[in-house]
Protein backbone atom coordinates (compact mmCIF):
# COMPACT_ATOMS: atom_id res chain seq x y z
CA UNK A 1 0.00 0.00 0.00
CA UNK A 2 3.09 2.48 0.84
CA UNK A 3 4.45 2.02 -2.58
CA UNK A 4 1.86 2.70 -4.56
CA UNK A 5 1.12 6.29 -2.77
CA UNK A 6 4.79 6.85 -3.86
CA UNK A 7 5.13 5.88 -6.96
CA UNK A 8 3.72 9.28 -9.06
CA UNK A 9 5.78 11.44 -6.80
CA UNK A 10 9.07 10.52 -7.98
CA UNK A 11 11.31 13.39 -9.42
CA UNK A 12 8.62 16.40 -7.77
CA UNK A 13 11.30 17.14 -5.67
CA UNK A 14 13.79 17.94 -8.78
CA UNK A 15 11.13 20.35 -10.81
CA UNK A 16 10.83 22.10 -7.10
CA UNK A 17 14.59 22.70 -6.86
CA UNK A 18 15.32 23.43 -10.44
CA UNK A 19 12.38 25.90 -10.30
CA UNK A 20 13.95 27.66 -6.92
CA UNK A 21 17.51 27.55 -8.36
CA UNK A 22 16.10 29.40 -11.25
CA UNK A 23 14.46 32.17 -9.47
CA UNK A 24 17.61 32.44 -7.11
CA UNK A 25 19.52 33.07 -9.91
CA UNK A 26 17.40 35.57 -11.65
CA UNK A 27 17.60 37.37 -8.37
CA UNK A 28 21.23 37.13 -8.25
CA UNK A 29 21.14 38.53 -12.28
CA UNK A 30 18.79 41.03 -11.19
CA UNK A 31 20.70 42.33 -8.20
CA UNK A 32 23.79 42.81 -10.38
CA UNK A 33 22.18 44.01 -13.10
CA UNK A 34 20.59 46.60 -10.99
CA UNK A 35 24.38 47.47 -8.81
CA UNK A 36 26.04 47.95 -11.98
CA UNK A 37 23.76 50.58 -13.96
CA UNK A 38 24.09 52.07 -10.11
CA UNK A 39 27.58 52.07 -10.54
CA UNK A 40 27.38 53.90 -13.90
CA UNK A 41 24.90 56.22 -13.16
CA UNK A 42 27.43 57.37 -10.62
CA UNK A 43 30.40 57.58 -12.90
CA UNK A 44 28.06 59.96 -15.18
CA UNK A 45 27.12 61.57 -12.25
CA UNK A 46 31.07 62.42 -12.15
CA UNK A 47 31.95 63.32 -15.29
CA UNK A 48 29.24 65.42 -15.32
CA UNK A 49 30.39 67.09 -12.24
CA UNK A 50 33.85 67.28 -13.35
CA UNK A 51 32.49 69.26 -16.82
CA UNK A 52 30.02 71.46 -15.00
CA UNK A 53 32.78 72.87 -12.62
CA UNK A 54 35.27 73.05 -15.96
CA UNK A 55 32.26 74.83 -17.87
CA UNK A 56 31.63 77.02 -14.75
CA UNK A 57 35.10 78.80 -14.90
CA UNK A 58 34.16 79.25 -19.30
CA UNK A 59 34.16 83.16 -19.36
CA UNK A 60 32.25 84.54 -22.11
CA UNK A 61 34.37 87.10 -23.02
CA UNK A 62 32.70 89.17 -24.95
CA UNK A 63 30.43 90.10 -21.56
CA UNK A 64 33.83 90.35 -19.77
CA UNK A 65 35.37 92.49 -22.16
CA UNK A 66 31.84 94.63 -22.55
CA UNK A 67 30.48 94.24 -19.67
CA UNK A 68 33.00 93.62 -16.78
CA UNK A 69 32.33 90.97 -14.05
CA UNK A 70 30.02 91.66 -11.21
CA UNK A 71 29.20 89.18 -8.94
CA UNK A 72 30.60 86.19 -10.95
CA UNK A 73 31.78 84.65 -14.10
CA UNK A 74 29.30 85.47 -16.92
CA UNK A 75 28.56 82.52 -19.22
CA UNK A 76 26.62 81.73 -22.43
CA UNK A 77 25.24 78.36 -23.58
CA UNK A 78 27.45 77.74 -26.57
CA UNK A 79 30.41 78.32 -24.26
CA UNK A 80 29.08 75.76 -21.38
CA UNK A 81 28.32 73.46 -24.12
CA UNK A 82 31.48 73.67 -25.69
CA UNK A 83 33.43 73.59 -22.43
CA UNK A 84 31.61 70.56 -21.38
CA UNK A 85 32.29 68.76 -24.93
CA UNK A 86 35.89 69.58 -24.47
CA UNK A 87 36.01 68.09 -20.69
CA UNK A 88 34.44 64.52 -21.72
CA UNK A 89 36.38 64.36 -24.81
CA UNK A 90 39.30 64.46 -23.02
CA UNK A 91 38.58 62.27 -20.36
CA UNK A 92 38.91 58.39 -20.28
CA UNK A 93 35.31 56.93 -20.32
CA UNK A 94 34.82 54.16 -17.54
CA UNK A 95 35.10 50.73 -18.43
CA UNK A 96 31.13 49.91 -18.34
CA UNK A 97 30.50 52.80 -20.55
CA UNK A 98 30.35 52.48 -24.31
CA UNK A 99 29.58 56.05 -25.28
CA UNK A 100 29.24 59.09 -23.54
CA UNK A 101 28.11 62.58 -24.36
CA UNK A 102 26.88 66.71 -23.54
CA UNK A 103 22.95 66.26 -24.00
CA UNK A 104 20.87 68.69 -24.66
CA UNK A 105 19.91 71.10 -22.24
CA UNK A 106 23.41 71.91 -21.62
CA UNK A 107 24.16 75.72 -20.76
CA UNK A 108 23.18 78.52 -18.96
CA UNK A 109 20.04 79.31 -17.38
CA UNK A 110 20.93 82.22 -15.79
CA UNK A 111 24.19 83.77 -17.09
CA UNK A 112 26.07 82.60 -14.17
CA UNK A 113 25.43 78.89 -13.69
CA UNK A 114 26.60 75.92 -15.67
CA UNK A 115 24.13 73.53 -16.61
CA UNK A 116 25.83 70.24 -17.99
CA UNK A 117 23.58 67.23 -18.73
CA UNK A 118 25.38 63.76 -19.91
CA UNK A 119 23.88 61.05 -21.62
CA UNK A 120 25.67 57.74 -22.28
CA UNK A 121 24.95 53.65 -23.17
CA UNK A 122 25.79 51.69 -19.98
CA UNK A 123 26.54 47.75 -20.76
CA UNK A 124 24.69 45.66 -18.02
CA UNK A 125 26.82 42.74 -16.88
CA UNK A 126 26.24 39.07 -17.28
CA UNK A 127 22.75 39.68 -19.23
CA UNK A 128 23.85 42.44 -21.97
CA UNK A 129 24.58 39.32 -24.44
CA UNK A 130 20.97 37.65 -24.03
CA UNK A 131 19.09 41.13 -24.48
CA UNK A 132 21.63 42.08 -27.58
CA UNK A 133 18.62 42.31 -29.77
CA UNK A 134 16.92 44.77 -27.63
CA UNK A 135 20.03 47.20 -27.73
CA UNK A 136 22.30 45.44 -25.02
CA UNK A 137 22.56 48.21 -23.46
CA UNK A 138 21.13 51.61 -20.87
CA UNK A 139 20.55 54.76 -21.68
CA UNK A 140 22.05 56.98 -18.82
CA UNK A 141 20.93 60.39 -18.24
CA UNK A 142 22.51 62.68 -15.86
CA UNK A 143 22.68 66.75 -14.98
CA UNK A 144 24.98 68.33 -12.61
CA UNK A 145 25.01 72.50 -12.22
CA UNK A 146 28.13 74.77 -10.98
CA UNK A 147 28.40 78.11 -9.97
CA UNK A 148 31.42 80.75 -10.12
CA UNK A 149 30.68 83.04 -7.81
CA UNK A 150 33.36 85.79 -7.21
CA UNK A 151 33.65 87.22 -3.30
Known amino acids: MHEAMGEGDEGGISVLVIGMMSIALLLIVGVIAATSIQLSRIQLLDAADAA ?3 AADSVAEESVYGGGVDDGVPLTSQGVAAAATEHLGGRQRPARITS ?3 ASGTG ?3 GR ?3 VRV ?3 AAIPVISRAIGAF ?3 VT ?3 ESSAR ?3 D
Do not use: E, F, N
Open 148 to 150: SDL
Open 140 to 142: ITV
Open 135 to 137: GGS
Open 52 to 54: ALD
Open 119 to 121: QGQ
Open 108 to 110: TPD
Open 100 to 102: WAV
Open 113 to 115: TAL
